[in-house]
């Protein structure tokens, strides 16, 4: 019999599988298997000695489903492409996790086939987040169907990583930049902003990895009870625009970093004019979630009615607004 697959509430109720009420609906369904993790993140609620309930990944409450339920209710769905981009699977690192992957990623595929949502631009991708030792065990999971892989750096640089969770920083960018150059366009990863970096840390790190060609989303770190960071308050938010808006020149390629500008590890120029800088802040698209194209991951990190860190869809006008004067480039915010 195959294990359940859990469902973050908000996908479990795109899918029909849950009543919930939606403001901003996800475009990307999330899956999480594996069970309870084998490894000691600091900050995350699936950590082994967390004392977070085992439904939670991040803020965010996962119910457990039957995986034919789960197959079915994504066939349906997948049958109207406007409200399904992309699949993402997350995986914790168990062995549980490596068995289902192996049947559950073709069973994704295998679905999108049959309701002909496999093939074209209207082609719903299947995401692995999954914590890849090498690049065979990479190299396996895009094998079984997958479309990308993400293998999880969340620590801006070595020190963070060496206080919040086991291995080697230098060996994840390493794997990355190395299966990026094998599989490029397939690789992402996510990069956690508020674990005790500086913003100087994450321009470094995410200019290396995007001259990798490794794909970066963005997570504001969220205390949650249990676990040993529960009492680390959320990053400023004037950080996470600075941080945000510095992806956003970093991975499009808009203009070279080095113009960039420190001060005691916090970004005090982005290398252009204030003029050019209001206009691609203006866009709003700095301030949107960022990771796989069509992932939105909505109230991943926000409390509904509270600071939002990211915004899973354009912002309006006053939203806007309000990033500017949070990233300082409001009128006399300088
Ligand atoms: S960016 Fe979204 S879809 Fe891509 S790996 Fe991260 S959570 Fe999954």
């Known amino acids: 019999m195959k294990e359940k697959i859990r469902v973050s509430t908000g996908s479990a109720a795109v899918l029909g599988l849950r009543g919930a009420r939606l403001d901003d609906a996800p475009t990307t369904v999330y899956l999480l298997a594996g069970g ?48 399904l981009k992309r699949v993402c699977v997350q995986a914790t690192r168990t062995s549980r996790a490596r068995s289902m992957l192996r049947w559950l990623i073709p069973a994704l595929d295998a679905v999108r086939r049959d309701c002909g949502a496999g093939v074209g631009d209207g082609r719903i991708q299947i995401s692995v987040s999954h914590h890849a030792s090498s690049v065979e065990e990479v190299r396996e999971i895009l094998a079984l169907g997958a479309d990308a892989i993400g293998i999880a750096l969340d620590a801006a640089c070595a ?25 490029p366009g397939r690789i992402s990863t996510h990069l956690i902003v508020g674990l005790g970096e500086t913003e100087e840390d994450l321009v470094r790190v995410m200019r290396r990895l995007t001259d990798s060609g490794v794909t970066i989303g963005l997570f504001a770190f969220t205390p949650v009870r249990g676990t040993a960071m529960e009492d680390v308050p ?28 420190f001060s005691d590890g916090r970004i005090t120029g982005f290398g252009a004019e204030r003029e050019k800088l209001l206009e691609i802040a203006r866009t709003g ?29 354009s912002l309006t006008c006053a939203e806007i607004e309000k990033a500017l004067c949070e990233v300082g480039l409001a009128e006399g915010s300088r």
């Open 36 to 83: 309870r993790c084998a490894v000691d993140c600091a900050f995350c609620t699936q950590a082994r000695t967390s004392a977070s309930p085992d439904g939670f990944l991040s803020r965010v409450v996962w119910p457990e489903f039957e995986p034919e339920h789960v197959l079915q209710a994504l066939g349906a769905v997948a049958r109207h492409p406007s409200r």
């Open 234 to 261: 959320q990053p400023p938010i004037g950080t996470y625009r600075r941080v945000q808006l510095a992806r956003h020149i970093i991975v499009n390629r808009l203009w070279d970093v080095e113009g960039f500008r």
């Open 285 to 313: 698209k700095p301030f949107e979630t960022s990771g796989c194209p069509g992932c939105n991951r909505p109230y991943y990190n926000e409390c509904p009615g509270g600071t939002m860190y990211n915004y899973p869809r």
């Open 159 to 183: 020190d963070v990583h060496a206080r919040t969770k086991p291995g080697s920083w230098e060996g994840t960018v390493s794997l990355l930049e190395e299966a990026a150059g094998l599989f």
